[in-house]
């Protein structure tokens, strides 16, 4: 079932539906408990955990997306975990949602969709209705990395460049999607962050059924963060774990509503002014699901740190000499987290797991333009 996130409505999932008549975003619940016990000889991808993805039939449409590896690394003098989610197919861990999502639009027998995205998500979507056998309309700033339109367009997607802001871009897919078309955006799906949650039981799994102190991750609409937080949830649910992470979201100081609003004790969060970053992948103005933002970190404990543009660039380099090639974006959780250890909220004896999103290869031009 989807439940409106806003008022008292919910809905068969049996039918299309990407949000309330009420035009507030759903989620999905069934029900399901993480399957503790039933692991053994399933697959090493986010299918694992099928029962957790909302799927009423067998429906799959997977590239082995998913588990990860979880490795030990040194930052600032002490081990930390690095989840190593550029490591998906299409290189970001937006794979984990588009599985699941591109899974029930074939279920449903979507025949086309709509989505906006400042790259990654949009890449991803491509590379799973093409596997999936639905058309794609994908819709891009004019200014997101050429790594990402091409690889959208190999995809064989059909690329739309809009010529100005994120915001600007999602105006555009909203207008293509109302004259026909899905909308399967990322920033609304449920089976989206249904997808996401697997980042969690992955974790949890890989350190053999505990959790790191605290989970550090970027965030822009939010779903990596609250679908890992709901995946916690779920494991503590089913008795998998016994304690949860403190979960720390990560903006560019250029573009900090999420941080904004928790600063001020909002309970919603307005649009930030936003100026030029090299964090693309998160530089939205305004989350579509912010209360379930907020929640989580309320629920969690959690914190929300920004990073400033020279702090991304450097730990975009230390990466790469620590031999992780990862797109800017995804440097700014490793950043926070430096500095979180720095400043003494993560301790010497807590442990932390810094979740890299994605792929250097990504962001090549900008990487060149800042560099060479
Ligand atoms: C999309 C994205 C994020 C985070 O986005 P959410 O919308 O908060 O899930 C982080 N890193 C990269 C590289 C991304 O593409
Ligand atoms: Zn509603």
Redesign the pocket.
Known sequence: MFFCSACDRSYDACHPRWRCDCGNYLLYRNGARFPLDQLGGRPGSIWRYREMLGLENGTRVSLGEGFTPLERAQLMGRDVWLKLDFMCPTG???DRGSSAMLSKLKEWGVPEIVEDS????GASVAAYAALAGIRARIFVPQSTSAGKSAQIAMYGAELVKVPGSREETTRAARAAADAGGFYAS??WSAHFLLG?KTVAYEIAEQLQWDVPDFVV?????????C?AWLGFQDLAAAGAISRLPRMVAVQAANCPPVYDAWKSGLDTIPAADKKDTAAE??A?AR?IRDKLVLQSLRESNGIVATVGESCIWEMTEALGHMGVYV?P??ATAAAAAADLIATGVIAPHQSVAILL??SGL?ATDKIVAHYF
């Open positions: 970001s861990y937006k400042s790259g990654n998500a990322h920033n996401m991750a970027p965030i822009g609409g939010g779903s990596l963060l679908g992948g998160i939205v989350p797109e974006t995804s999103t994605g990504k």
